[in-house]
């Protein structure tokens, strides 16, 4: 093609009009989790008769199949339009006009470009169903990669520690070793626990095979309503693996993500910056939650007028500010509690319980907040991940510490035993939150403040005060 | 780059003419009454002749006066902005800026761009904000910024090196220049005309109007192909603004004469109209408008230049190098605007209209245009101002869309090209990585169309589209609404 060249919008050769980053990302949304480099950039449900693209513009065609052709965009065209009520606009009328100014539509497009009158917050498209089971393909893939073993978690609990700001090395170092020797004795324990287990499953099998046999040979009925029971637990079990498989991948697609984006924002050149945000916007348009956010992020930086790099800037402080500030709430809110459930309860084994509870809790609400939504061992995973990330950087001090400076010294010696374990205890699970928040933001943290610990330390501890003091002006 | 002027010192004439005491009276009654006054920034929106200053102005002034929302410009991201409305401009003897005219042609149904600029307009629009700066909170409210914005025609710019020259260096630079092979037959009617006449004697009235007329002409032939533009001296042959036919105005560059010169020869008349020209016409408008700038944008059609080949960017360079020597970056403090004057202390490059590129080249453009501005750029942040580029579409009117043929797929724009009834696909090529490359001249030239701007912009639910004006007005705003 020369540069100067142009082309009728009705030429069947153009592809797209960018009226939102979701066609692009189907195109693109496969190079970004490496499958295939160069995707057909024809997304499926639009694309056309094959022979018909690879077309030159059609002067060899005759009248008739040239009309032919054009019949068929039209088929197509309206249809395209309706699979994309979401959010683009478009000002320059979209290919459909183009297209139906040559058909009997034309009456009904005049000149001026006619605009959707779909509301412009809609959720996702429907289109996207497709995608996201695709999507999940990959993430699957993707799982299937990562739980090679052990020493590979064990990486990326290393790259964590990168990660960190303030990591103090050599605590890490030793714990790192430590871990390591661990690992060697737990390794025959695993075993003794997988063959236990596996032994378990089938002494299982074996009964409830001989117990369904039993009843059958009691009465046909009996025997048909107890298979009936058993295909239902099993097809049950089976949703529910499916469905912890499912919040793993998604899990582990968003440590992709992170890295692209950090990648992109950190290192000099912004490699990726392209495929890493329509990656993050692809899979925050997905969600029935965020879709309206991404819809209206892309209508304030759409993707013509802004750079990538740009892009992700925008996405951090229209997006991510608000399920920020939503994740800080749920932090806050927790954190408060803990502390006052602490504070006034009078069994330790009860707290301890509680709070872990409570904070298992919070990390899943967090993670949901940012759309990763962790299955039950999703869960454990990020609560492990989330005690390393504390314990590596002496999130613990941090918050005794935070909390000292906040109270004054002699005064944390004057409160409670009680209400001082309290405190601390509310101030880890804040610290806990924060770092939960950081292990599921889809990016790092640049343009946005970082939530501090001693901010929300300061309202934790005035909150306590308050709901305490009502506690004894109502005694 | 055979036609380069001698370098302008950038202490010019202008800093002379406003150092000593005037300027420190001045100065201090303004550090004196500043914590009163409401603040104004003078942003000098600064650019060749079709830059796009006209278009800038009035996309500027109308996304600040409908409050849309910049996800950018933090200000109004923030939603700090809460007001603004245009006030009575401060130099009540200057026309005021057509603002409502350009806008409603703009957004018409038949939209137009704005007429060339032919004189000299001012425009004061005033922001009322919520600052979060805690000092500024405890004043009482509201909290006002003034933007003072001047337009004038792109030619007048280049008079600007004209101050450091005398009549007859200056024609020695012109004529060099005219002997071209480019320019040469542009040049010739004119030239030829120098050929038949005596030079050293007196000359009738007529004489200076042909010749006048004749080296115009040879003037808007070279802006016509997008010669030479960085010496279209003097600026009001080609925009005479109301000066139209006025002595200063009526004259010529000439060899110089041989032997002793006549004080009322053809020659020695036309110096002394340049001087009178650089008196009245050139000075004047630099000191009232330029030496007192605050911050500066300075917009360049790079890719105009690009399309007309390797010596208009050569020139595009060399123009930017000579105007810019004559303002005056540096760091400001209040030690520092009581002595010297006030500074610039923000200086933006931007690449216009780069709606005509796909966005994945915005970011090439601004880099070729960094290497282009290098040097004034360089001049700039030595002396302590801040600078930046970008890649800048006030108001943008193109969409991406993508073409395939022959199995490839290809970013084009699409959009009203001007004089086609139709919306159409257009594939610009590629820019090259560096300006080396550029000069070279690229093998596939991007071809020159113009865009109109579309069809009910004003629709546009989030404000008329744009490219890079949230980052600009962040960059030049941004700490003064803070
Ligand atoms: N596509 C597009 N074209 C633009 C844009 N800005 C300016 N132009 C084009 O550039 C031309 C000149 O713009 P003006 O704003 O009039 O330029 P100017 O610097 O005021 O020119 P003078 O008044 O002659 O000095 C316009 O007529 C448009 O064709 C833009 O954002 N996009
Ligand atoms: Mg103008």
């Given amino acids: 093609m020369k540069p100067g060249q142009t082309f009728d919008l009705t030429d069947k050769n153009i592809q797209s009009l960018e009226q939102d980053g979701s066609k692009i990302w189907d195109t693109l949304g496969q190079n970004v ?22 077309h030159a513009p059609e002067s060899g065609h005759s009248a008739k199949a040239g009309l032919k052709d054009q019949g068929q965009a039209d088929n197509q065209d309206p249809g395209r339009a309706r699979a994309q009520p979401s959010a683009g606009q478009p000002f320059i009328a979209p290919i459909p006009k183009g297209a139906a100014s040559t058909a009997a539509t034309s009456k009904a497009a005049p000149q001026a470009p006619s605009r959707p009158t779909t509301p412009r917050l809609s959720p996702a498209a429907p289109t996207n169903k497709a995608d996201a089971a695709s999507a999940h393909d990959q993430g699957q893939g993707n799982q299937g990669q990562r739980s090679q073993g052990l020493g590979n978690q064990n990486q990326g609990n290393g790259a ?41 499953v089938l002494l299982l099998l074996v009964d409830t095979l001989t117990g369904l046999a039993w009843l059958f040979g009691i009465s046909r009925a009996l025997g048909l309503l107890a298979s009936l029971l058993l295909a239902t637990a099993l097809a049950s079990l089976g949703i529910l693996l499916g469905r912890e498989w499912r919040a793993l991948a998604r899990m582990s697609r968003q440590r992709h993500l992170r890295q692209l984006t950090e990648a992109a924002l950190f290192e000099t050149g912004a490699p990726g910056a392209n495929e890493a945000m329509l990656a ?20 304030l930086a759409p993707q013509d007028a802004y750079s990538a790099v740009d892009r992700l800037e925008v996405f951090e402080r229209e997006v991510l500010r608000k399920l920020d500030s939503q994740a800080v709430d749920l932090i806050e809110e927790n954190a408060r509690n803990t502390a006052i459930i602490t504070t006034i309860s009078p069994f330790a084994l009860f707290d301890a319980l509680f709070t872990l509870w409570r904070n298992l809790r919070m990390i899943r609400q967090v993670a949901t907040v940012y759309g990763v939504a962790p299955g039950f061992w999703g869960s454990l995973r990020l609560l492990r ?22 109270l004054g010294g002699s005064l944390t010696a004057k409160l409670s035993t009680k209400l001082s374990e309290g405190l601390v205890n509310g101030m880890l699970s804040a610290r806990l939150g924060l770092a939960a928040m950081d292990q599921c933001r889809p990016l790092p943290f640049k343009h946005n403040r970082r939530p501090r610990l001693s901010d929300i330390g300061a309202r934790l501890v005035g909150s306590v005060r308050k709901s305490i003091m009502k506690g004894k002006d109502q005694r | 780059m055979e036609t380069a002027p001698p370098l302008l010192h950038s202490a010019s004439v202008l800093q002379r003419s406003s150092a000593g005491l005037g300027a420190l009276v001045s100065g201090v009654r303004e550090q004196i009454t500043a914590p009163f006054a409401e603040p104004t920034l003078r942003l000098g929106v600064t650019g060749l002749s079709r830059s796009g200053k006209t278009v800038f102005i009035t996309a500027l002034v109308h996304n600040i006066l409908t409050g849309r929302r910049f996800p950018l410009f933090q200000a109004s991201a923030q939603g700090r902005l809460t007001a603004a409305v245009l006030r009575p401009q401060p130099n009540l003897d200057l026309p005021r800026f057509a603002y409502e005219a350009n806008i409603d042609g703009l957004l018409s149904p038949q939209p137009l761009w704005p007429e060339s600029t032919w004189r000299l307009s001012q425009l004061r629009l005033t922001i009322s904000y919520r600052p979060t700066n805690l000092i500024k909170r405890a004043m009482p409210g509201p909290h006002l910024l003034n933007l003072d914005l001047i337009d004038y025609p792109g030619e007048w710019l280049l008079d600007l090196p004209l101050l450091t020259m005398d009549f007859a260096d200056w024609s020695d630079q012109v004529l060099a220049a005219a002997k071209h092979p480019t320019r040469a037959t542009y040049a010739k009617p004119w030239l030829d005309a120098l050929g038949q006449m005596d030079l050293n004697t007196t000359q009738d009235e007529r004489a200076y109007i042909e010749l006048a007329r004749l080296y115009t002409n040879y003037l808007r032939a070279c802006r016509q192909k997008n010669l030479m533009i960085a010496q279209l001296q003097p600026g009001r042959f080609l925009m005479p603004g109301d000066l139209e036919g006025s002595p200063s105005l009526t004259f010529c560059p000439l060899p110089r004469p041989r032997g002793s010169l006549n004080k009322s020869g053809f020659f020695a008349t036309c110096a002394l109209r340049y001087e009178a020209y650089k008196r009245h016409v050139v000075r004047p408008f630099f000191r009232d408008h330029f030496s007192k700038l605050d911050r500066q944008i300075v917009l360049t059609d790079l890719l105009g230049a690009a399309a007309a080949g390797p010596a208009a960017v050569e020139d595009l360079q060399t123009a930017l190098t000579t105007v810019l020597q004559a303002f005056r970056p540096g760091a400001n403090s209040w030690l520092s605007k009581l002595f010297r004057g006030r500074r610039i202390d923000k200086m933006l490059f931007a690449s216009t209209k780069a709606d005509h590129l796909p966005s994945n080249q915005h970011d090439r453009l601004a880099r070729l245009l960094s290497e282009l501005a290098f040097e004034p750029a360089n001049n700039a942040k030595f002396r302590g101002a801040d600078v930046s580029f970008l890649a800048l579409s006030a108001i943008k009117s193109t969409r991406l869309a993508k073409v395939r ?78």
Avoid: M
């Fill in chain 1, 33 to 54: 989790s490496g499958d295939e480099p160069e995707a057909s950039p024809v997304p499926p449900p639009l694309s056309r008769p094959a022979p018909q693209s690879s």
């Fill in chain 1, 160 to 200: 964590q520690a990168n990660n960190t700001r303030h990591s103090a090395s050599q605590s890490a170092l030793s714990h790192a070793a430590q871990r390591l020797n661990q690992q060697r004795s737990y390794r025959w324990l695993t075993v003794l626990v997988l063959a236990l287990a596996a032994l378990f």
């Fill in chain 1, 280 to 299: 993050v916007e692809a899979s925050y348009a997905k969600q029935d939650e965020t879709a309206w956010l991404v819809a209206q992020f892309r209508e």
């Fill in chain 1, 385 to 406: 991940q989330v005690f390393a990330n504390v314990l590596l950087t002496g999130g613990l001090e941090a918050a005794d510490g935070a909390l000292n400076q906040l």
């Fill in chain 2, 405 to 482: 043929e022959q199995g490839r797929v290809y970013d084009c724009i699409t959009g009203w090209i001007e004089g086609q009834g139709q919306p159409k696909a257009f594939y610009p090529g590629e820019l090259p990585d560096s300006l080396a490359e550029l000069k070279r001249g690229i093998d596939a030239p991007l071809a020159q169309v113009r865009f109109l701007p579309p069809p009910n912009l004003d629709q546009e639910p989030q404000g008329l589209p744009h490219i890079g004006l949230d980052r600009s007005l962040d960059f030049l705003l941004g700490d003064l609404l803070s």
